[in-house]
């Protein structure tokens, strides 16, 4: 390995000088969003991050979100996640501060944090699978302090941040840090949506709308979205689908069948992660079709070989390597793109708590992403 590949210590938290300030004159603690294990949470003072290693950038985060991922985290799904972590993935801000090696940004640069940390130099960075980067991936409000704070500190910056353009919605570009490239790169393009094709998706929560609104791009001839809730499905309607079915009121299968002369969908896009959505989409699939798996699943899920050995189709998984988010971030400034749609819910920053359990009873709210704005 190339010594460029390990970045230098430049600051050591623990030298940082006495006193209220760091070094870069940011006061010593900030407020945070820290998870206590199993669905303990709790907003609090942290210590304000410092830049750790050159390669790094300190974010004064402006907006951020929660994902439906943080609940996972909560409900004790993810136990890589330990007590004390400051959660968060997605968000835009400012330049604070950036280390001696960062060239891309500087001080008083407004960005778009990806929720995918990407080294840029190793194996899967250099074939554009940053998901799986070796010194990084998803690592934010995972594996290191991530967004739902004041201030966070971004590794590899240089290619884990996104410039945004002067004069745009920040807001609507929250969207960009996960849901949107997850929609688009786990969905639509793993499930190749082609002109004309008839594609299901499976779940109209956030990331199923996303994938929703980013399968437009190709204009497939059917998109059917599949959900129990009627709320959420007057919604993908507005967003462009052409058919909705409340699975909890029909027989889905039966009616994919119907409005697909009796063959199913060429792309059936899994956007909720448990075993019935995802048996359901081996059920909806033609022959010679894809299912795109976007779910986050915590239980292992029946593969019906018996019935899907001759089909010619094919399974994708996929963890989001936002590769594609330069080009959303166009579609949004060129205004094919509407992300500020997704966005239901604004609440402070220190109403956190209340954002979550919003959040968290997103049926009964009519949530779909809700926005955390710091003072
Ligand atoms: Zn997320
Ligand atoms: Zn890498």
Request: with cysteine; net charge neutral.
């Amino acid at each position: 390995m190339n010594s460029a590949t390990t970045p230098t210590k430049t600051t050591k938290p623990e030298l940082a000088s006495e006193g209220t300030k760091n070094a870069n004159g940011l006061s010593k603690k900030m407020k945070a969003l820290v998870y206590y294990g199993h669905g303990k949470k709790s907003w609090e003072e942290k210590p304000t991050p410092v830049i750790q290693n050159n390669t790094d950038v300190i974010v004064k985060i402006i907006k951020t979100t929660i994902c439906g991922t943080d609940l996972h985290i909560l409900k004790g799904d993810v136990p890589a996640v330990t007590a004390g972590r400051i959660l968060g993935h997605e968000g835009v801000g400012i330049v604070e501060e950036a280390g001696s090696a960062v060239t891309g940004f500087k001080k008083g640069d407004h960005v778009i944090i990806s929720c995918i940390t990407s080294c840029g130099k190793c194996v899967y960075c250099k074939r554009s699978m940053y998901s799986h980067c070796v010194n990084g991936g998803w690592i934010l409000g995972h594996l290191i302090d991530g967004t739902q704070a004041e201030y966070v500190r971004i590794p590899y910056a240089d290619n884990s941040l996104y410039h945004i353009p002067e004069g745009s919605d920040e807001e609507a570009l929250v969207m960009l840090s996960d849901i949107l490239p997850t929609g688009f790169e786990c969905g639509v393009l793993n499930g190749k949506v082609q002109p004309g094709n008839t594609v299901a998706i499976v779940g109209s929560g956030p990331i199923g709308l996303a994938a929703l609104l980013t399968a437009q791009f190709y204009s497939p001839a059917e998109i059917i979205m599949i959900d129990p809730d009627d709320n959420r499905l007057k919604t993908a309607k507005k967003f462009g689908a052409t058919k909705t079915i409340n699975n909890s009121k029909e027989n889905a299968i039966e009616r994919v069948k119907e409005l697909t002369g009796g063959i199913g969908v060429d792309t059936a896009i899994e956007a909720v992660g448990i075993p019935t959505t995802f048996e359901l989409c081996q059920s909806l699939v033609a022959p010679g079709g894809i299912i795109a798996n976007i779910g986050v699943h915590g239980k292992s899920v029946e593969l019906h070989l018996e019935t899907l050995w001759s089909r010619n189709i094919a399974i994708t998984t996929r963890l989001v390597d936002t590769v594609t988010t330069s080009m959303l971030l166009k579609t949004v400034q060129s205004k094919k793109l509407d992300p500020k749609l997704l966005i239901t819910h604004r609440f402070k920053s220190s109403d956190i708590i209340k954002a979550y359990d919003v959040f968290g009873h997103a049926a009964k709210e009519n949530a779909l992403k809700v926005i955390l704005t710091n003072d």
